[in-house]
Structures are given as C-alpha cells and as structure tokens.
C-alpha cells in the first residue's frame, strides 16, 4: 500500500532581513509568491496533505499557499521559538497519523519534487530521519551534516559548531523527512540548550540516534536548496528560476535569440516552435500558440496568442487579448480584453481595447478605440474584412458591419452597416487660386502691425 505523507511548511519567520513591510514567503518569484512554489513541489511529489506554520501576515500567507489541490491547512506558530517548536504548532496534523512527515521550509522556492520523492523513499527503506543536505563552497551560516560511515551522527549549527566542523561543506538544507510514527515522541525530546536559545529541529538526528534509530543525508543540488533571507538572494532566486525555465522550455522547442534577456512568467506556455526576440517580458496567464513570434521589446500578459500570429515589436498585450491565427499586432500598439481575429492586421500605433476584430480586417495605423466615457467602458465590435483608415477614433458602443470601409481621421460615433463607405469626418474644399490671393492679405497685415508698433 502506498505510504501517507504529510508536508510541514514552516512560514512563521519575521523576515528582518528582507526589510518589508510583507513577510518575505509573499514576495514573487516569476510573478507568484514564493510560498506558492514550494506548495506546487509537494504537488509534483504527490504529496496532497500540508500543514502550513505561519506567523506574521497569516491570513495572506495561507492564502497564497492555497494553490493547486493540495489541501492546505494552517497552524499559528505564536512565538518563535525555534523550526522544532515551529514543526510542534502542527501537532494536531500530525496526530492524525501518517507514515512520512516531510519538514520543508517556505523560504527554498526552488525546490522540486525530486529530492522530496528521494527523501520518502529513503524512509520507506526502514531509516528514520532523512535529511537533504548539499555540497556548498560557502557553507557560513548553514548547519554542518557530520557524516560518518553512511549514517548521519549530527547536524551542528553553524553558532554551535567547532572550527573543525566548520570547515565542513556538506550542509543541512532544511529539508527533513521523519517517520510519521516516531515524530511526536522524537519532537518533545529537543531542548534548546544551545548558542540561539532555540529548539532546533536539527536536534533528532542525535535524539533518533540515541534511541536506536537510523538518520541518513541525501545529497540534492544547492540550486533548489537556495534559501531566501534578503532582497539580494530574492534576485538570484529569479535569476536561477528563469534560467531553469528558459532551458526547459528551448528543450521543448521554443527559440529565444537572447534567452538571458527574456523574461517568464511562472505559468507562461509557449508552444513548439514558438519565437521569442529579445528583450520580451511575459508577465502571469499567457499562452503562446505554436508558429507564432513574439519580436523585440513586447511585453505581454494575461494574452492568448494563437498559431502563427505575430506580435511586436514594441507591442503591449494585456489581459484579456485574444490574437488569432496568423493575425498581426505590430508596433507600438496596446491591445486589451480584446479578440482579434485570423488573419486580421493591427499594424502601427494603434490601441485596441474592449473590442472584437473580425477576421481579415485591416486597423489602420493611429486607430483608437475610445472605450472609456470617463465613468463606463463600452464594446467596439468590428467586422470581418473591414477596412479602418487611419487615424480613425471608434467611439464606443459602436460597431462596425462586415465589409465596411471607415475614411481615415474619422470619429466614429454610429454604427457603420456591412459594405458602408463611413466619411467620419468634415469633406475636404478646394477653392482654386486662392493661396495667393491669401498670402498677399497676411502681407498687408503684418505691415499695417508694424507700422502701429513703430508709431508708439
Ligand atoms: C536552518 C537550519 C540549518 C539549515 C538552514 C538551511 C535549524 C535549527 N537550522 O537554519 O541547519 O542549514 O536552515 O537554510 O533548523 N521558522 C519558523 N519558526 C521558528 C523558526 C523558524 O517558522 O520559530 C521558519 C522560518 O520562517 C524559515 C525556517 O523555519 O522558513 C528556517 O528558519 P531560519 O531561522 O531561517 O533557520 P536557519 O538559521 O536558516
Ligand atoms: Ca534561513
């Protein structure tokens, strides 16, 4: 039978050194709180029970760390008073009995599930603490995993360790798996006679060992051990996120041109066969059908750009933009809670907000939809394979028949039937000769002005 597992989340640190008015398990990582990565790694490792440890700003917290399906149940840890004592404000979870108990804390986003499955497994083998430690060449401020003979003796704190374990390099990475069965009675044995004052959960693997049991150290990489303390270590975090990510998605068929300098979202999509210029920024909610080019400078978010279409450069795609297959969105132009359909061209300078372009339809460079009266948004529809002149205002609610043809600088404030010719603005006059006879008037002006001043 398939073993049961509970994932401790421990969330109730201050965040002094993050300096924020927000605890720092809440900061964005790829645009989603930290917190929220760490729950999606238990997802990935199947495990579905997890009981969060929060402190300050819990009720944001907790809610952050609802993603997904996992069922997230929340414990106030109400002094800090160690990551033993922190583990212990879950109590009542882990009374409810489970086979595996996995301690992971919130601040390590780049965890994956990998090291959590070699972890379980490694207690399904009989061992009774696992704990995932790495290689590191800075290992200050990290506690020291003493390794003797393939059992892990001891896991010493940096403040309470000899400068022979100092020098170290193989590291506690926070990570813990502990038998379901022995977890309580192993908890209230720590004390916290040590340098902090603190109960360390790093005190059972003593305790375990003590008692006759087995503590082991799996090696996992430092990457997805990274530890977030300050706004500093939140920039790398990004940094190796979006290296991570870049790499998986070119895997899977996607080219970037300059990959360092395009940015992604935790839940961008881009299809096979997807290009991405450089300099492009992804914010959360896009999906990128394949065939499609995102060029230079875009910025895109909450779009879904189907197959073939082109964006950019220089575009800006806001929630709710819907480009179909093989349309184009050029430069300089803001598309918004808008469909545009296959084949349609929104070339040049336009904004587009609040609208539907029918297929084949061309937007002039300069368009505007004036969705926004000052108080309400209204919906411009506009039809397949129209023809919108440049420079044209579409003032909402209006819409525009299939077919139509709209005069450039119109203001469009009626609807246009299918197949009209709309003249949205005054007709030109033409008065022949006329230019001279002007002139000279202007002329006789600006002497008769002259002569005044220089009578005064
Ligand atoms: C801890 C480990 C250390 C390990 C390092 C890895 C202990 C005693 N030390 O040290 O061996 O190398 O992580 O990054 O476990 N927390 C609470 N309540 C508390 C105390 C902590 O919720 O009372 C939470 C924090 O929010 C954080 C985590 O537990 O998410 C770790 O606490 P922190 O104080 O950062 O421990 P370190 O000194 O980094
Ligand atoms: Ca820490």
Known sequence: MERTCLAIILAAGESTRMKSALSKVLHPVAGRPMIAHVVDALA???????ALVVGRDADAVSAAASTGTAKVFSFLQKERLGTAHAVLAAREAIEKGYDDVLVIFGDTPLIT????????????????VVVIGFETADPTGYGRLIVKDGELFAIREHKDASEEERRITYCNG????????????????????NAKGEYYLTDLVEIVRSLGGRAIAVEAREEEL????????????????????????????????????VFLAWDTELAQDVLVEPNVVFGPGVRVESGAVIHAFSHVEGAHVRAGATVGPFARLRPGADLGPKS????????????????????HLTYIGDAFVGAGSNIGAGTITCNYDGVNKHLTRIGENTFIGSNSSLVAPVAIGDGALVASGSVITENVPADAVAFGRARQ???????????ERYEAEKAARKKVKAAE
């Open 113 to 128: 599930g990998a090291p959590l499955k070699a972890a379980r497994e490694r207690l399904a083998e009989g061992n009774d």
């Open 328 to 347: 184009k969105v050029g430069n300089f132009c803001e598309v918004k809670k808008a469909e545009i359909g296959a084949g349609a061209k929104v070339n």
């Open 174 to 193: 926070g990570l813990m798996a502990i038998s379901g069965a022995k977890a309580l009675d192993l908890l209230g044995r720590v004390g916290n006679a």
């Open 226 to 261: 990274t530890g977030c303390n300050t706004r500093a270590e939140l920039a790398s975090i990004e940094r190796l996120w979006q290296q991570r990510r870049r790499q998986e998605l070119m895997l899977a068929g996607v080219s970037m041109i300059a990959p360092e300098t």
């Open 44 to 50: 990935s490792a199947s495990i579905s029970d997890v």
């Open 429 to 439: 006059e033409i008065k022949p000769g006329r230019a001279p006879i002007l002139r």
